[in-house]
């Protein structure tokens, strides 16, 4: 194998030397590879790595249950009847917004249903819903099916906005133009934060405000933004938002999601919910049948509909513990746009034909993961960096995914990445 220059080396052990982030990756488990040193993991978009401290946190809630059964839903460690509020404020912090404006419950997916239920309100000739062209499948399939349950046709008003002939990503300037030309068609924007293909951060500051400006309700789909990116849901106005945590967020596969409502919404009576008994207000909850009539709990915890799984949630703690212990989104972020940087960089060295990064060049419009379209055998490259130990991810036709998370990818991870990519490349070609 070739090494990387003398210099290129030196530097990326500088810049792991000054990294003050740089002991938070002994926080996590790497999964080992063949030769018994840990992979290089750049697939925190995918599945974030486990936190050491995940096993202690579950291992409490497993002695509660053991020791004190349903009492530990009152007299438990941290009590289960209040569970969820354990992460008001630290999820308000990683999304920027007022603690009383999120929840963690339930699934991406499912959040998305519960919040098209209140939110996707069509009226007249303004019952349309915009979408990107290459957004994740679940979105798709669950914005068609609100409109079909609406009695509407997902081919006619669905509109969908796609990058210029010859460019990847959508321009903000182009999405503002098409609300101001057809907002008055459009009811839901539903977008993406983090766009999962090309890596492209949008604008959701603008677009919500171009987006209200024409009486449009707005959504975002955060499952590649939260924890990747610094966010303020609040500031910017967004009516609604929900995310995964499995991903930048490293609470373990499927775990709990997370959901933004805006507090314009909070007591709003005339917006449709599905209602569940978590979602009543708390003070009567456990009056039951003697109150049948839903009372919702004030903001985003009045759409939770079941008790909160306990068992489920356990590993958000440890990793959102280690985001504060970080410093937060800002000092993450810092890191990230240097890593990534760095990242592309050393892809610009290989001065491979063919390579192109599709994610945006500018650090505004980019989290941490790049999106390399590969070219010609694209599979052939991919698999050998998985056989090299590498791990990161293909999406077709040609592109590798590799996201560099400042919480535990380090720079000399990276420029070995890129060193392997560029011997893949020569060796398959
Ligand atoms: C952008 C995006 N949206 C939605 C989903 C679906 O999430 P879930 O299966 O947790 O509902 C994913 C899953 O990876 C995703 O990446």
Not at 117 to 145: C, M
């Amino acid at each position: 194998m070739s090494r990387p220059s003398d210099q290129a080396l030196a530097r990326a052990v500088e810049l792991d030397r000054e990294d003050s982030l740089a002991p938070f990756r002994d926080r996590f488990f790497l999964p080992a590879g063949k030769s018994g040193t840990a992979k290089r993991y750049f697939c925190g978009n995918s599945l974030g790595l486990q936190p050491r401290s995940v096993a202690d946190l579950l291992r409490q809630e497993l002695d509660d249950w053991a020791r004190l059964a349903v009492d530990a839903h009152f007299h438990g460690a941290t009590p289960w009847f209040s569970y969820h509020e354990v992460f008001r404020e630290s999820m308000a912090a990683i999304v920027g917004a007022l603690p009383g404006e999120v929840v963690v419950m339930n699934s991406l997916t499912a959040n998305l249903h519960l919040m098209m239920t209140s939110f996707f309100r069509p009226d007249g000739p303004q019952r349309k819903i915009l979408v990107e062209e290459s957004a994740f499948p679940s979105d798709t399939y669950a914005v068609k099916s609100h409109l079909r349950l609406h009695g509407l046709d997902p081919v006619k008003d669905l509109i969908v906005a796609r990058p210029r002939d010859g460019e990847s990503c959508l321009r903000t300037a182009d999405l503002e133009q098409l609300l101001e030309e057809r907002g008055s068609e459009i009811a839901l924007v539903m977008l993406p934060g983090v766009q999962y293909y090309t890596g492209e951060l949008f604008d959701i500051g603008r677009i919500t405000s171009a987006a209200r400006k024409q009486g449009c309700t707005v959504g975002f789909d955060l499952a590649h933004a939260a924890g990747n990116v610094p966010l303020r849901l609040h500031d910017w106005g967004v009516d609604f938002a929900v995310w995964c945590t499995y991903k930048y967020l490293n609470a373990g596969p499927g775990a709990v999601a997370g959901c933004f409502v805006h507090q314009r919404h909070e007591r709003r009576s005339d917006l449709p919910r599905l209602a569940g008994w978590w979602g009543n207000d708390p003070e009567s909850r456990f009056r039951m049948h003697l109150i049948p009539d839903f009372q919702p709990a004030d903001g985003a915890d009045g759409w939770q509909l079941s008790n909160p799984p306990v068992l489920a949630l356990a590993p958000l703690r440890a990793s959102l513990g280690l985001f504060q212990e970080a410093g937060g989104m800002e000092a993450l972020r810092s890191k990230s746009i240097r890593l990534t940087r760095f990242f592309e960089e050393q892809i610009e060295l290989l001065d491979c034909p063919g390579l192109e990064v599709l994610t945006p060049a500018d650090p505004d419009r980019r989290g941490a993961q790049l999106s390399i379209r590969i070219g010609q055998e694209s599979e052939k490259v991919f698999r050998f960096l998985l056989d090299k130990d590498f791990v990161v991810d293909y999406r077709r036709p040609d592109v590798i995914r590799a996201a560099p998370v400042p919480l535990y990818n380090s720079f000399q991870d990276v420029l070995e990445l890129c060193r392997c990519l560029g011997e893949g490349m020569g060796v398959v070609r």
